[in-house]
């Protein structure tokens, strides 16, 4: 089976930089992808990592290590908006299609 | 492009019924992928369509099932509802299942079970 390990919450103020770790223990990894959700709706879908390295989109990064099993996802210029739950998820080479199997999420509260 | 709709938006039932659940995949996509969310946890997978066929299961029971129709629009059906039936379910479209690419989520139903 698959786990992912994140904190359950964050807390920091607006300008502030936040990074939000994910580690992994999967058989068939393929690549780790990250999903932002705020409260009542849907998962939105902020960035993905197969190869190790940083991606950046704009103030969000995120970063993988596939020899350690670990990614994290960096959250800068802190805004209001971005007060909501952050979740990594990881493919896996199954048969079964692109199925994503998710951590618990980590609460991210932007405080003024 | 039109993005992924479900419904019913909200849905209140009682123990030992059944439920219907809608998901209208995003233009272009011909997969779509179910997902339930229990309050305060991440969504765990409970089975995906691709091209009307189902293409992989998680650890649900048997009465969770699923359709997909020829314009890639899916059903899912619970049967003999539980309370811990009680979740967010999310319907996830790509376009062909593919291992590099992204799923889309729509807005989810929200289940309430009495």
């Known amino acids: 089976g698959q786990s992912l390990e994140q904190p359950s919450e964050v807390t920091a103020v607006e300008g502030a930089i936040v990074q939000i770790n994910c580690t992994y223990q999967?058989?068939?990894?393929?690549?780790l992808s990250w999903y932002q959700q705020h409260d009542g709706g849907a998962p939105t879908f902020l960035s993905y990592n197969a190869l190790d390295g940083l991606e950046e989109t704009g103030r969000f990064s995120s970063f993988l290590s596939r020899s350690d099993s670990y990614g994290y996802l960096l959250l800068q210029e802190l805004q209001m908006k971005d007060s909501a739950s952050y979740f990594c998820?990881?493919?896996?080479?199954?048969?079964?299609?692109?199925?994503?199997?998710f951590g618990g999420g980590t609460r991210v509260l932007v405080k003024p | 492009e039109t993005g992924v709709t479900q419904s019913p938006t909200h849905l209140i039932k009682t123990r030992g019924q059944q439920v219907t659940l809608r998901c209208s995949s995003q233009?272009?996509?011909?997969?779509v992928s179910w997902y339930q969310q229990a309050l305060g946890q991440g969504p765990q997978f409970i089975f995906q369509?691709?091209?009307?066929?189902?293409?992989g299961r998680g650890n649900f029971p048997p009465r969770f099932s699923g359709l997909q129709f020829p314009n890639y629009s899916s059903e899912l059906n619970v049967n003999a509802l539980e309370l811990d039936d009680s979740a967010l379910y999310l319907c996830?479209?790509?376009?062909?299942?593919?291992?590099?690419?992204?799923?889309?989520f729509g807005p989810g139903t929200r289940l309430l079970v009495l």
């Open positions: 999967t058989s068939g990894f393929y690549g």
């Open positions: 996830a479209s790509s376009p062909t299942g593919g291992w590099e690419e992204t799923q889309y």
């Open positions: 233009s272009g996509h011909n997969t």
């Open positions: 369509y691709y091209r009307e066929e189902e293409n």
């Open positions: 998820a990881v493919r896996v080479l199954k048969a079964a299609g692109n199925k994503l199997t």
